[in-house]
Every structure is written in structure tokens, then in C-alpha cells.
């Protein structure tokens, strides 16, 4: 079994930075993809960055220039950094995995991010 944990949510300003990790522990399994999700009360879920299994990078178009998605594959960790936050960032963050063995997919606990004004 494979879990993620992630850390580095917290309350920040408007304009302020956080940084998220996700850190990958347990069995070794192939790696398809790493997604960074949130969820703000009452919306769905939204996907917020992606890496790609050839190293490409996806952001929603509310993040686009404001977050950066890397990973440390040493480490087995994946990052969110996020400048320039806004109040509508507010949500808890959700890392997910996708692997090429059952049971393919694989969710943090998530993380709480509040942007204050």
C-alpha cells in the first residue's frame, strides 16, 4: 500500500505565499501521474496543477503564473507552491497519485489552506 501525506497548509494573507508538500511512503508502485486538487465548502473538487508522466506541467487557469507544481523524485514528494494568494484560493488541498498498479488511484488527507483579506 502507498500512502500520501501532505503538509504546509496554513492561514496566510492576501498576497502572502505557501508551500505544500506531498510526500509519497509504502510500496514500491510505477508513478503515472501527480495531481494537486482542492475543494472550497460548498464546490466540487477542481484540479488545480498536474505533472505529467513526461515531466509536463498543467494548471488550472485561476492558478496559471501564481502556483508552481515540482516534485523531488528522490525524496518521492511532490510541491505546490503558491504565490500571491487570494481569498479565493481558500479550500483544502487534496494531493493525488495515479499508479500503474491496482489500485491505480491514491488520495491525501488534505490540507487546509484560509487566505485571509
Known amino acids: 500500500q502507498v500512502q500520501l501525506v501532505e503538509s504546509g497548509g496554513g492561514l496566510v494573507q492576501a498576497g502572502g505565499s505557501l508551500r505544500l508538500s506531498c510526500a509519497a511512503s509504502g510500496s514500491t508502485v510505477s508513478i503515472v501521474f501527480m495531481r494537486w486538487y482542492r475543494q472550497a465548502p460548498g464546490k466540487q473538487r477542481e484540479l488545480v496543477a498536474a505533472?505529467?508522466?513526461?515531466?509536463?506541467?498543467n494548471y488550472a487557469d485561476s492558478v496559471k503564473g501564481r502556483f508552481t507544481m515540482s516534485r523531488d523524485n528522490a525524496k518521492n514528494t511532490v510541491y505546490l507552491q503558491m504565490n500571491s494568494l487570494k481569498q479565493e484560493d481558500t479550500a483544502v488541498y487534496y494531493c493525488?497519485?495515479?499508479?500503474?498498479?491496482?489500485?491505480?488511484?491514491?488520495w491525501g488527507q488534505g490540507t487546509q489552506v484560509t487566505v485571509s483579506s
Open positions: 493525488y497519485m495515479r499508479t500503474a498498479q491496482a489500485p491505480f488511484d491514491y
Open positions: 505533472i505529467t508522466s513526461g515531466s509536463g506541467r
